[in-house]
């Protein structure tokens, strides 16, 4: 039985609670903080619906940009309040008094119409914001605060929108916007939407979750609303079917998962959008499937790729998803099945929809692999016949590449120092080759290198991570021992376009236990933040490192403290700014599984961990990595999972 949910990360949103309800209007108005007037005709007015889980009963208070206040006060949540004497656009405030204390949601107006006060509306005023609170400007309200909260809304709401779409969609408000459509108190519609929402604030965070099944919706830094996570379409019950996840989430901030699913003794690979209304449907065409890669390009169209074993032999095969059919090409095997088997496939697409598929093959000698290459190319409409990349000697595999939004990108692999036949252990490098915008590779270069260009002696354990922005510069992590008796340490290169390749240099601590399962992000200036796990003596806690251009790698610190509990199976995302979340496992108090987040903040640092959903009591830590991916906008997609039956990919 396997255990998965996902989350739908977005880069600049926020979260305030719920729920619904209504009444007649029962107000008293003052105005005698308003000074001259800019709206002069009192037929101009602001109406809507103020409730949090039910009515508010409280004071409704309008400020303009100019520090120009009116208020209303009600009994049953409605309101209807002159613009007369203000300067739109306007902040909305909500404020009541309950067992808690006082409370205030928050909304926004750029001119008379419905503006609604709701947990949702708080969620979209605080995204537009971002790293200010709405207590914060309307204490200190300013024209240009005011016009810049106007120009982001939109986006805000869109976001918003996006991933609430499963909930949306079940109350036929799917399109809604929850600022300006109007509702009454039937629990149905949007009125049913909100109550559904539940918010709470705990520690450095609030949490958005669903009062029927417990589910976080959204979880906010109080420090940083920019870095926001919250939830998609993927249920424990869709979890409990699935293996070798992929994800990736398009412009629009729609994910799309595909996963490896038994069905009567056979593995299928299967996609379905997380909107919450498709059923999913099935890719492969034999045999059994799994190790799934999809991405996005800029159009929203998908590529998905997987391995599929059929007569004794696994081949690399292919689909395109097309925005404008609405469909799914017919499946395409990429690979050669007259020589060996092929495994382990990975997938990157630039932004105008141009891909390039890896993986590596065997070629009929025992133990050996070489990196294949296949390329589609818009213009044509067609993949290339696949080409050996690699040397042809060295055996190579656990072949990864990276694409940046104009087609820049990198290839890199584990490459041995032999054909990889011989009965000994062999000792490996890491090997690259440049991708340019054409599609066309540069020559093969070895990364794991000393100042003066020589390989290290050492024996490299893989587990690659790499990572292009767009403005070319690149990166690489690996293990690696410098000896057979020496601990894994994570190594690091870094390219960029007018310096070359860095030597290689160690930036994980030099303990007496292994680091390993890295992950690495840059930023568009080329700052780049490292991840990894870091056993101990006792267990292990979330090593990282931060690169910054001019100044080089830092000193190895952590994202999360072993105190905390063992930090298992780190997954990084970073967005265009440097800001950056990752997200763990936490084994603790012997058998407790917890998803854990962090986000690492440009202007502040790392935050406080915190529980992002706990997973209950485990027999034993058997646990499949949260896999993280963005867009372009920062827009974020997090699956998780905990397998229980301890059943390994069949690759």
Same mark, same amino acid.
Request: hydrophobic fraction near 45%.
């Given at each position: ?232 379409? !993927? ?70 790729? !997987? ?74 409409? *067609? ?172 000193? *190895? ?95």
């Amino acid at each position: 039985m396997r255990y998965f949910a996902t989350l739908l990360v977005f880069m600049s949103v926020s979260g305030c609670g719920g729920g619904g309800g209504g009444g007649s209007a029962n107000t008293t108005t003052n105005s005698n903080t308003v000074n001259s007037s800019t709206v002069s005709s009192a037929a101009l007015t602001l109406s809507g619906l103020a409730a949090q889980g039910a009515a508010i009963s409280g004071r409704i208070s309008l400020m303009d940009g100019a520090g120009q206040e009116r208020y209303v006060d009600t009994s049953n949540g409605q309101f209807s309040v002159s613009l007369v004497g203000l300067q739109p656009p306007v902040l909305l405030k909500a404020q009541w008094t309950d067992g808690k204390g006082i409370q205030r949601l928050y909304s926004f107006a750029s001119a008379d119409g419905i503006a609604n006060i709701t947990p949702l509306t708080h969620f979209a005023v605080a995204a537009a914001i971002a790293t200010q609170s709405p207590d914060a400007l309307y204490a200190a309200p300013s024209a240009a605060a005011f016009a810049a909260l106007q120009a982001a809304l939109p986006g805000a709401v869109g976001r918003l929108q996006g991933y609430l779409q499963p909930l949306m969609s079940q109350y036929a408000v799917a399109n809604a916007n929850p600022i300006t459509t109007r509702f009454a108190a039937t629990h149905t519609g949007m009125d049913g939407l909100l109550d559904r929402i539940l918010l709470s604030t705990s520690g450095t965070s609030m949490t958005l979750s669903d009062r029927v099944s417990g589910a976080t919706l959204v979880a906010a830094p109080l420090s940083n609303v920019a870095l926001s996570v919250g939830s998609a379409g !993927w249920s424990a019950g869709d979890g409990a079917q699935a293996a070798d996840l992929s994800v990736a989430v398009n412009s629009r901030g729609l994910g799309l998962v595909a996963w490896s699913q038994r069905s009567n003794g056979q593995y299928l690979l299967k996609v379905r959008w997380l909107d919450g209304l498709d059923a999913g449907q099935i890719l492969s065409t034999a045999g059994d499937a799994g190790t799934p890669r999809l991405a996005f390009d800029g159009a929203g169209n998908a590529f998905a790729m !997987w391995a599929q074993s059929s007569n004794s032999r696994t081949t690399v095969w292919v689909r395109r998803y097309s925005v404008a059919s609405g469909q799914w090409s017919a499946a395409r095997q990429l690979s050669s099945d007259t020589a060996g088997s092929s495994y382990l496939p990975d997938l990157a697409v630039d932004q105008g929809g141009n891909a390039t598929a890896v993986w590596h093959q065997g070629d009929g000698r025992q133990t050996h692999f070489d990196g294949w290459l296949s390329q589609y190319a818009v213009a044509g409409e *067609a993949w290339a016949a696949p080409r050996r990349f690699t040397d042809g000697g060295n055996s190579a595999f656990g072949l990864k590449v990276a694409l940046n939004p104009s087609g820049v990108g990198l290839l890199a692999w584990q490459q041995l120092r032999g054909d990889g036949t011989a009965v000994t252990s062999q000792m490996a490098d890491i090997a690259v080759r440049s991708l340019s915008s054409a599609g066309a590779w540069g020559a093969l270069r070895l990364v794991n290198v000393d100042g003066q260009g020589q390989p290290l002696s050492a024996y490299v354990y893989g587990q690659l991570a790499l990572s292009v922005n767009a403005s070319g510069d690149a990166g690489v992590l690996w293990s690696q021992r410098l000896l057979p008796y020496l601990p894994m340490t994570i190594s690091a290169a870094l390219y960029q376009p007018s310096r070359g390749w860095q030597a290689a240099s160690t930036i994980s601590r030099d303990l007496h236990e292994d680091s390993h399962s890295p992950q690495l992000a840059l930023d568009a200036a080329g700052n780049a933040i490292a991840v990894w796990q870091q056993q101990t003596e006792y267990g292990a806690y979330g090593g990282a490192n931060r690169y910054v251009v001019g100044s080089g790698w830092g000193t *190895a610190g952590h994202f999360v403290d072993s105190k905390l509990g063992d930090a298992l199976a780190p997954s990084l995302t970073m967005d265009a700014k440097g800001n950056a979340s990752v997200a763990w496992y936490r084994w603790s108090n012997g058998n407790q599984v917890d998803l854990m987040l962090n986000r690492y903040v440009v202007d502040s640092g790392w935050e406080q961990a915190q529980v992002f959903a706990p997973l209950g009591a485990k027999s034993t830590m058997v646990q499949l990595p949260p896999r993280v991916v963005a867009n372009g906008a920062g827009q974020t997609l997090l699956l998780w999972g905990y397998d229980v039956d301890a059943v390994a990919s069949w690759f």
